[in-house]
């Protein structure tokens, strides 16, 4: 996405960074991570997502953060032992909410019509979802990569309707080392721009303080989801400073 500085005529990308800190990350790590964001990255779309436990922290100490869940469930409330739902995330200040995960698709055995029905639920609550799609290594292998995240889309959006940023991880490529190749990743947000044309997409899989830059170059990369680089602070202030220099 696209904007034009009205001061310079210049046009620069819309850039976002989103912070999946999964399973790990403490009060003290949030202290250090929102430091550096708060010295290193003037214009970046920051999306700080961390474990639920630290939302409501952040939100008391940092209230200029936007924070994001990591999951939510797609019912409102009830009996449901561990789950959190999405009034809850707004409740403490989240503003987003990652749903469609592949670790949650994996471990969760979230379908694509459960990931529809939590994008919907984020949404009537007030949150944007970021909605995440990606293949398996053998469906890249396979060739069949564009057809598989086309039956993702149709089928994690069905009644999506208000704001949303997709996210395109290949599974092969997450915590893994491997990212998807310059080529790949512009193949796919080529593919995925044709079908939505005004929602943020972003790109996630192993991105890191080395690769980021040229992947946030990409054409229609609108910015990154980073798992494991997000929790080393000087690695997270390379990639936040990567995205700024895009950033109109
Ligand atoms: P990674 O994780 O950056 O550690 O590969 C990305 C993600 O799972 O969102």
Known sequence: ???????????????????????NGTVALLNEAIAIWQKAASHVNWIFCPSATLISYTKTHFPDVILGGQNCSAKTSGAFTGDISADQLVDVGGTYVIVGHSECRQNHHDTNADVAAKAVAAQQAGLIPIICIGESEATYIAGQTLAYLKQQVDESLVSVQGEFLLAYEPIWAIGTGKTATLDDIAGVHSFLREQLPTTPLLYGGSVSADNARAILAVDNVDGVLVGGASLKVADFRTILTSADKNVG
């Open 1 to 23: 996405m696209m904007n034009e500085n009205a001061k310079t005529g210049v046009t620069k990308k819309t850039q976002y960074v989103v912070s999946n800190w999964k399973m």
